[in-house]
Structures are given as C-alpha cells and as structure tokens.
C-alpha cells in the first residue's frame, strides 16, 4: 500500500519570503502521479499542482515549484513570494497512473505573517 | 470547467434523522466519485469510492448500511448519514473524476453536518 508522509505539521513564513514543504512517499509502482492540493480556510480543496512520475522536469505553476526526487521518493514544494491568501492547509497526494484513488499526507498548515 | 458542486454547504441534523449530501458535476461527466470525512485539522479520509451505475466500494471500517451511497448517473452521487449519531458529525467532501484520460480529481466545497 503507498503512503505519503508530511513530517511539517506547522510552519510559517514571512510575506515575500520563500518556504518549502516536505513531502516524502512510499510505493511500489514505477508509473504514478503526485499532486499538491491547498485548503484554505473555507476548506475548499484547491489544486495547487501536479507532477507526473515519468516525467524529470519538475513542475511550476507560476510561484509554486516542486522538487521531484523520484529515488529518494520526495516531492517537496515551494512557494516563492508568499502572500497572505497562501496561508492554508497543503496535502501532498499520490495516485498510481492505473487507479482512481487519492493517497493524502497529514498535511501541513501554512501561515503567512504580514 | 471541471467544477464540483456539493448541497447543502451546512447541515443541523437530530439524533435518529437521515441527512442526504449531494455532489454534482456542473460541465462535465464522472464515471468515478470519492466520499471523504475530513476531521478537524486532520487529513481526508476515503470512505468509499462510487461507479456510475454499480455498488460502492466501501473503505475498510466503514459501515455501508450507515453511509449510503447512490451514484445513479453520470452527473450525481448521494451520501446518505443514516440514523445520525453526534458522532457522524464531521466535514464530508466529495471528489470527482472526469471521465476519460484525466489525471486530476475536483472537489466539492464540502459539507459540515452537525448531529444533535
């Protein structure tokens, strides 16, 4: 069974700065995709971006990057320039290119100071 | 594209009732949804995953008579609580999965029942 691993409960960030969270997984399969998501306060769920496992090339979504180590099995994401709306939960999420199912971290609350 | 709607955003329930929660897909069709229970200031947790047209797949510990799921179109799931306890209440979410070659799942804006 895979699982995923968010060993950052909490961590905060000054407005501007830059932060990285930690994400690391275990599985089996060679073929599979690995997302981050954001839940703000109004708890929606929010795709934050997504990595697909074949591919080297780390993913960016304008601030938002991933560093992709598929042999160590850690998928951790940084977001530049943070701002007050970055303030959230991230889940840190696996799926096998085969399934259907979400594989989610603890999750790491994020909070932005002014 | 790809939004998720789920009724009602809040419920207030009384012990013994059944609560039904909606998720629809607005523009496009899912073949698969996910039922997710999300504690406070935990992570989501999968209850079940429902086929259009088939049973749900039910997680282990998860009662199937009590969280009954109908996925009768390509469009809509239900979650019904049935004979809510105080213990059922929760953040329900449901998740969406576009039918084809899609790697991404959307979710709904969840639902907070409460159980008195």
């Known amino acids: 069974a895979q699982t995923v691993t968010q060993s950052q409960p909490e961590m905060s960030v000054q407005e501007a700065e830059t932060v990285t969270l930690s994400c690391t997984y275990d599985t089996s399969e060679n073929n599979y995709y690995l997302f981050w998501y954001k839940q703000p306060p109004s708890r929606q769920m929010i795709l934050v971006i997504r990595?697909?496992?074949?591919?080297?090339q780390n993913a960016t979504e304008n601030r938002f990057s991933v560093n992709f180590q598929k042999a160590a099995k850690s998928f951790s994401l940084k977001i530049s320039d943070s701002q007050l709306g970055d303030t959230a939960m991230y889940f840190c999420?696996?799926?096998?290119?085969?399934?259907?199912?979400?594989?989610f971290g603890e999750g790491t609350q994020l909070t932005v100071n002014p | 594209g790809a939004v998720v709607s789920q009724h009602p955003s809040r419920v207030i329930c009384k012990s013994g009732t059944s609560v039904k929660i909606e998720c629809r897909s607005l523009d496009f069709q899912a073949t698969t949804m996910f039922w997710y229970r999300q504690f406070p200031k935990q992570s989501l947790m999968l209850m079940a995953t429902?086929?259009?047209?088939?049973?749900?797949?039910?997680e282990q510990g998860v009662e199937k008579d009590k969280f009954l799921i109908n996925h009768a179109s390509l469009t809509l799931s239900t979650l019904t609580v049935t004979s809510a306890h105080p213990e059922d209440s929760s953040f329900y979410i449901c998740?969406?999965?576009?039918?084809?070659?899609?790697?991404?799942?959307?979710f709904g804006q969840g639902t907070r029942l409460t159980v008195v």
């Open positions: 429902s086929n259009e047209g088939s049973k749900a797949t039910y």
């Open positions: 998740s969406a999965r576009p039918t084809g070659i899609w790697t991404e799942a959307f």
């Open positions: 999420a696996f799926r096998e290119t085969s399934g259907s199912r979400l594989t």
């Open positions: 990595q697909e496992a074949y591919k080297q």
